[in-house]
C-alpha cells in the first residue's frame, strides 16, 4: 500500500511514521506485519503500551467475551462490574501483597492526562504551585504536563510560556552534579528564590530521556528529602511501569512509597487506552468532578487490564522478565559495548539503551535504528539529539525473536563501526 495518502493529507504532526514508514495491517507477539505480509519485530511496542506483546491470546479472549455479551462499553465514571473487578484485582494481586494502601483515580485515557490530575492534585493538596521536575524528563505534551517536559523543542511548541517547574539534573546525566545536595540547598536556604515545591516527579527511569536509571540509593535519599520538608513525591511510571523495570512498579527496587503513582501505556494489557491514579488515600481533597472526562470509562480497558494481571500470574511473567533481562544485560555488554569504548549501555528489566552520544557522528543513533528498519526490526532513538538507540521488547518476547533481533543491532552496529562482524554462536 502506498504511504500517499498520509503524506498529503495527514498532519505534518506525526511523527514515529517517519522513522518506520511502512503500512501496517496485522500484529502478533513480538511481530507486526505490513500490507504485503513483510514481518517486522516489533521492539518499540507501542512505546510501552504493549507490554504483553500484539493481541496477547489470554487478554483477547476475554475481550472478545465481554463484547460477544453485550456487555457495557462506554460508562463515564458510572460503577460498572467491569471497573469494581479491574480494581478489585490490581488490589488484591498489587498492592495488598506489597503492603501499599492507595486510591484509585481513573483519568481521561492518556498518560498526559492523568500527569495532568497529578498536578492538580498535588497543587491544591499542598496549596503550592512549584514542582520540582528533572533534566531529560518526559511526562506528556499538554500544557501541565509540557511544563514538566525538559526536551526544548516540545517546549517551543506550548505557544504560552511554561511556569511552576523547577528542573534538576537527573542523576546519572548531571557529569558528577549533586542534584540532591543541591535539592537540600534550595530548600535550606531563605535566599535560594526558589519556592518551595509542592511535589516532585520523575521517571525512576527516564524512557524517552535516554534510558538513565537512577539508583536505588539516589531514589530513597530524594525520597527522605520530600519526606523531611514536606513534599509530594510522584512517580510518573507510564512507561517504566506495568512490570517493565522487572518489577510491576518501578520503585519497588528502592524501597519506597511514592505518594502519587502515575500509570497509563500497558496498564490495560491490550494497547487500549487507559490511565490512572494511585495515591495516599489522606491525598484525596478532590471535590467531585473536578477532574472530570468523558473517556475515563473507557470498559473494554478495565478487562484487558484485569486479564493482563491475570495473565502474569499465571504465565510466571515476572521471572521470565527477570532471565529475559539477564540475557540482554549480558549480551549488550558482552557483544556490544565490546565493539568500541565510546559505547556505553544503560538499562533494567526489558528497557535498554545503547548509548552513542561518545562518537563524533552525532547521526550515528540514527543511521543504525534506519539499517535495523531495513532489516526489519523497529526500534527508536532517544535521549539527547536522540543519539541512544532504545530497546523496548515486549515482555513476553520470544527468545528465538529476542536473540534475532540483537543479532541485527550488533551485526548493523558493527557494519557501522568498521569492525568485524563476529556473530556469536548461539545467534547462529
Ligand atoms: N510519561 C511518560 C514517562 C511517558 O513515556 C509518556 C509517553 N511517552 C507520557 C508520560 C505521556 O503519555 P501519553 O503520550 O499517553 O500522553
Redesign the pocket.
Known amino acids: 500500500m502506498l504511504t500517499q495518502v498520509f503524506e498529503t493529507l495527514e498532519s505534518n504532526v506525526r511523527s514515529y511514521s517517519r522513522s518506520f514508514p511502512a503500512v501496517f495491517r496485522k500484529a502478533k507477539g513480538s511481530l507486526m506485519y505490513t500490507d504485503n505480509g513483510d514481518a517486522y519485530i516489533d521492539f518499540l511496542m507501542g512505546?510501552?503500551a504493549l507490554n504483553y506483546g500484539h493481541n496477547n491470546d489470554f487478554i483477547k479472549k476475554q475481550l472478545l467475551d465481554y463484547m460477544t455479551e453485550d456487555y457495557i462499553m462506554q460508562g463515564l465514571d458510572l460503577f460498572t462490574v467491569a471497573k469494581s473487578e479491574f480494581i478489585t484485582t490490581f488490589n488484591e494481586l498489587l498492592l495488598k501483597p506489597r503492603g501499599l494502601h492507595y486510591k484509585f483515580q481513573f483519568c481521561g485515557p492518556?498518560?498526559?492526562n492523568a500527569?495532568e490530575a497529578a498536578l492538580k492534585l498535588a497543587r491544591n493538596y499542598t496549596r503550592r504551585s512549584n514542582v520540582i521536575s528533572f533534566m531529560g524528563g518526559?511526562?506528556?505534551l499538554s500544557q501541565g504536563s509540557l511544563a514538566l517536559t525538559s526536551n526544548e523543542y516540545n517546549r517551543k511548541a506550548a505557544g504560552v510560556g511554561l511556569h511552576n517547574v523547577t528542573f534538576l539534573p537527573f542523576e546519572n546525566n548531571s557529569g558528577g552534579f549533586d542534584s540532591l545536595a543541591y535539592f537540600e540547598m534550595i530548600l535550606e536556604d531563605g535566599h535560594s528564590g526558589i519556592e518551595k515545591p509542592a511535589a516532585v516527579i520523575l521517571?525512576t527511569v527516564q524512557?524517552?530521556g535516554g534510558v538513565n536509571v537512577a539508583s536505588p540509593q539516589w531514589l530513597a535519599k530524594l525520597k527522605a528529602i520530600c519526606e523531611k520538608h514536606g513534599i509530594l513525591f510522584i512517580a510518573?511510571d507510564?512507561?517504566i511501569g506495568c512490570g517493565r523495570s522487572g518489577d510491576f512498579f518501578s520503585f519497588e527496587r528502592a524501597g519506597i512509597v511514592p505518594d502519587i503513582v502515575v500509570l497509563?501505556k500497558s496498564l490495560s494489557g491490550y494497547g487500549l487506552p487507559m490511565s490512572m491514579l494511585l495515591f495516599k488515600p489522606e491525598l484525596d481533597v478532590w471535590q467531585p468532578g473536578e477532574h472530570n472526562g468523558t473517556f475515563r470509562g473507557y470498559q473494554l480497558a478495565f478487562i484487558g487490564g484485569k486479564a493482563a494481571l491475570e495473565f502474569r500470574e499465571q504465565s510466571g511473567l515476572e521471572a521470565a522478565v527477570k532471565e529475559k533481562s539477564a540475557f540482554i544485560n549480558r549480551f549488550l555488554h558482552e557483544e556490544i559495548a565490546t565493539a568500541d569504548e565510546r559505547i556505553r549501555i544503560r538499562g533494567l528489566g526489558m528497557m535498554w539503551g545503547i548509548d552513542l552520544s561518545g562518537f563524533e557522528d552525532t547521526l550515528l543513533a540514527k543511521k543504525i535504528a534506519q539499517d535495523c528498519f531495513k532489516k526489519q526490526l523497529i526500534v527508536e532513538c532517544v535521549g539527547r539529539e536522540d543519539r541512544v538507540i532504545k530497546l523496548l521488547p515486549p515482555l513476553t518476547v520470544e527468545q528465538d525473536i529476542l536473540e534475532k533481533a540483537l543479532g541485527i543491532v550488533h551485526d548493523t552496529l558493527r557494519q557501522h563501526l568498521g569492525a568485524q562482524v563476529s556473530v556469536q554462536a548461539t545467534l547462529a
Open positions: 512505546a510501552g492518556t498518560g498526559t500527569i518526559y511526562h506528556g521517571e524512557a524517552e510518573d507510564i512507561q497509563s
